[in-house]
């Protein structure tokens, strides 16, 4: 586990964005932990957030012209991503789109800069692959090529088939998903860390039985 997966797992439990107990997902499957980026509900936890997905996409050396989030949970982060990335002297253009066309003003449902070049998809999760695939069909629509997709925690579970959302995803579109940490990273945090060892047969078994 690279120590920018261990310090934003730190900062997810810190945040309780991160929990433990049992919770049914959207698969109707019993978790042991949850996941809800939705949490992390302030200025500053926004600001590190952003700090970790940019040094993520950084650390990867991915390539790309532009960064996209799509609608609810990627604008936010879109945007602040972009920031940082600013600030640390790599500026990109970057864009989101609306749920409903915008039928006055300057209309449509793209708000940022236009879509071209390869464009990297920020988001948090990916659970069914929906928001990738239509932000794939947007971004093609528009002459422009996937790069990629960035996001949080890759849950590491079986999505429709033996492959995982996160897999499914990378191989119907052929580009990478990159993730800030994954179910393995979890896992060896837990066992490093006596406080919350106590949940980490649970999450293991989770995997055994769910992952991939």
Known sequence: MSS???????FALDQNVLRFGEFKTK?????????NSGLFQDGAA?????EFYAGRLLESGLQFDMLFGPAYKGIPLVAAISVILAQQGHNFPYAFNRKEVKDHGEGGTIVGAPLKGHVLI???VISAGTSVRESVELIRAQGATPAGVLIALDRMERGTGELSAVQEVSASYGIPVIAIANLADLLDFLKDNADLASHRPAV?????????
């Open 46 to 50: 926004l600001a590190q957030l952003s």
């Open 4 to 10: 920018l997966s261990h310090d934003f797992i730190r």
């Open 27 to 35: 698969a109707g499957r019993l978790s042991p932990y949850f996941f």
């Open 122 to 124: 920020v988001d948090d």
């Open 204 to 212: 293991a078994a989770y995997r055994e039985q769910y992952g991939v």
